[in-house]
């Protein structure tokens, strides 16, 4: 790690820093393009270090990777029109970690940011998923950008705590559990890598330097919310305990007809468990929480209140208010699904979630930030949000 950290010091001083942001830009771009040529290895390679279905890989991961370098070598040299009145300049060494359950994507939301900004940068990927990012690392290289650039270094705790620690980091940016999250947040308390901001997505956190700043609101009122794993459904008034068994059976019916088998299948839709660490973590569930299942709890059992990276489940709900608490504690993303654009609306102006889709669900775009709320994150990721992180403005 310290010979990582010198690295990138190195190339920042020396090369990255004193380029025209114009040339900066044609590297990056050139990532891009190396990434589409290689999408094909790169989506096998991860689904078979990380267990995701093949079609998720090559359908959204890759594409996306490669759209947010696309997206941000248009910036590099316009950071000044992308903050009018302000004096843009990098922040030096940029110390990155990563979590497991996107491992490409995440790199590539941390690193193409940081690249235009004029930052070098050392990531570190998750201890169970670090293929992608090594196979990023040689794509990288051949696409000749300056030694000490990018560097990338494995491990785990002890590896990130490192990186963290290291006085020649000038800032840090983390995606991971809530726990390490803050643990962070104390180690570089004073330290001038300045403040973290945290962002849960999928069971992860985000630091990130600037202060958080709230996205909109919204609230439960009628149809249905599902933040990622879990579902609070509101019965209409009229017949609504016929209208609500009839939607869990359905529900349960979907369950039941996902394919779950080997992650290169193209016909998978449920890959495999990450590591033995995630299993043993499902193991602690009620039984058969790691297969595709839909069962009714209430708020306060414990599968109801824990972030979950499980199938869905339902939590039935029959008032508006009572939905919008139950699902206040799911901050970091949230769906609503509703057969009117008002209700849209109304119901995203009170529900406290960093983002909220109507009628769809995981649909991401460099351009629009993407964060959490609360403990679930501080800042964003994406967007001219995703640049501020990796600028001093003054």
């Known amino acids: ?35 589409q040529e290689k999408a094909r290895q790169f989506a096998v ?34 950071l000044g029109y992308a903050f009018p009145g302000k004096t843009p300049s990098a922040l030096g060494v940029a110390g990155q970690i990563i979590p497991w359950n996107f491992p490409l994507l995440m790199a590539a939301w941390k690193i193409a940011p940081a690249l235009a900004c004029g930052n070098t940068v050392v990531l570190k990927p ?71 901001r945290t962002r849960r997505q999928s069971g992860q956190h985000h630091l990130r330097r ?27 008034p009229l017949r609504g305990g016929r209208r609500a068994r009839r939607g869990h059976r359905k529900l349960k019916h979907r369950m039941r007809s996902l394919v779950v088998g080997d992650p290169l299948d193209k016909n998978t839709d449920i890959g495999a468990i990450n590591s033995k660490e995630q299993l043993r973590h499902h193991q602690q569930l009620p039984p058969r929480w790691a297969w595709p299942t839909a069962r009714r709890c209430t708020s306060r059992m414990r599968a109801a209140q824990q972030r979950l990276l499980v199938p869905p489940h339902a939590l039935p709900q029959r008032g508006a208010e009572r939905a919008h608490r139950a699902g206040g504690d799911l901050r970091p993303r949230a769906r609503v699904w509703t057969d009117k654009g008002s209700k849209i609306f109304n119901l995203t102006s009170k529900l406290r979630a960093g983002v909220i889709w109507a009628n769809t669900y995981n649909k991401f775009d460099p351009t629009s930030p993407f964060g959490g709320y609360k403990e679930s994150g501080y800042g964003r990721e994406g967007g001219l949000h995703g640049l501020s992180a990796y600028l001093n403005l003054n």
């Open 1 to 35: 790690m310290d010979a990582a950290v010198k690295a990138a010091r190195k190339a920042y001083d020396n090369v990255w820093s004193r380029m025209p942001a114009a040339e900066r830009a044609k590297y990056i771009y050139r990532i891009a393009r190396l990434l």
């Open 45 to 78: 390679v991860e689904s078979m270090d990380g267990g995701k279905a093949i079609r998720e890989s090559r359908d959204v991961d890759v594409p996306l990777a490669a759209a947010h370098f696309f997206y941000y070598a248009g910036w590099a040299d316009k």
């Open 126 to 196: 998750a201890e169970t998923t670090p293929l992608t990012s090594l196979l990023l690392a040689e794509l990288i290289q051949e696409a000749e950008l300056p030694d000490g650039v990018v560097n990338i270094v494995n491990g785990a705790g002890a590896t990130g705590a490192a990186l963290v620690n290291h006085p020649g980091i000038d800032k840090i940016a983390f995606t991971g559990s809530t726990g390490v999250g803050k643990l962070i947040q104390k180690r570089i308390a004073g330290t001038g890598k300045g403040h973290p």
């Open 210 to 236: 600037r202060r958080h700043r709230p996205g909109r609101r919204g609230h439960h009122q009628r149809h249905l919310l599902q933040p990622g794993s879990r579902v609070l459904r509101r019965p209409p």
